[in-house]
């Protein structure tokens, strides 16, 4: 494989202060892998919550802005698809990281190849619970009238909605939970593309269904018991790598 990849995709760190080893895996990861490729896909779900744009001067929110903005001034094009944890993410913290916003799904021409590229959330279609939440969270009114409130306010909601949300993940069949195949398929069609690249169900897998294929990325966590995550690198050849946290190709 060539030394420089084209592009480099990452989703589902989860970033939050309670999980220090983690962001500085993160940390690391730019440093030592963003910075020698050309761009920077994250694909949501970077940050475990996200409550607006003017909570960028919390310490940790601007330890990782400041992590970003570090890899795009280096000349690294950084792109970012929002996830169902940091959809509130916007042009503030777009200013502040040199982050181009994606609206999904969106289809980049990389190497060569037409790839998919979208957070996953979306496609859970049979989560039928869920999908009504999407729809009622995602909608520019109900946005405006959160980001109203107080900023000690929204922390509130969102410690409470994620506690509800554990419970009633607790309760669900897992299968529901995952990407539908008639939502993927229905993507593939539109975006006219071969290749996918998404996560949100930290089921990390390569799929190849007929001459398409689908890659899931890992989700990351450094502070369990079992450490995990990676990334997916494209190479100027078209090839495509999957890559655990030490930097050894999967397979």
């Given at each position: 494989m060539s030394m420089v990849p084209v592009a480099l995709f990452i989703s589902d760190l989860h970033l939050q202060p309670s999980q220090p080893k983690t962001c500085a895996a993160f940390v690391d990861f730019l440093e030592?892998?963003?910075m020698a490729a050309k761009a920077l896909y994250v694909?949501?779900?970077?940050?475990?919550y996200w409550v607006g744009d003017d909570d960028l001067s919390s310490p940790f929110n601007a330890e990782v802005s400041a992590a970003l903005a570090r890899v795009s001034a280096a000349g690294v094009a950084l792109y970012w698809i929002a996830g169902n944890r940091d959809f509130l993410v916007g042009q503030g913290f777009s200013a502040a990281t040199g982050a181009t916003l994606l609206t999904e799904p969106f289809v980049a021409s990389i190497?060569?190849?037409?790839i998919a590229?979208?957070?996953g959330d979306a496609q859970c279609t049979d989560d039928v619970g869920y999908m009504e939440f999407r729809a009622q969270v995602r909608q520019p009114a109900w946005q405006q009238q959160f980001l109203a409130l107080p900023l000690a306010q929204r922390h509130a909601i969102v410690a409470g909605l994620r506690k509800d949300s554990q419970a009633l993940q607790s309760a669900k069949a897992t299968e529901i939970m995952d990407v539908a195949p008639q939502a993927i398929?229905?993507?593939f069609d539109s975006a006219g593309a071969s290749v996918m690249i998404h996560g949100h169900t930290h089921r990390p897998a390569l799929h190849?269904?007929?001459a398409t294929r689908r890659y899931v990325l890992p989700d990351w966590d450094m502070d369990c018991s079992v450490a995990r995550g990676g990334w997916i690198a494209v190479h100027a050849d078209g090839s495509i790598h999957r890559i655990d946290l030490n930097g050894a190709e999967l397979h």
């Open positions: 030592r892998h963003a694909l949501g779900d970077l940050f475990e190497a060569g190849l037409r590229l979208l957070h398929a229905s993507v190849a269904v007929g």
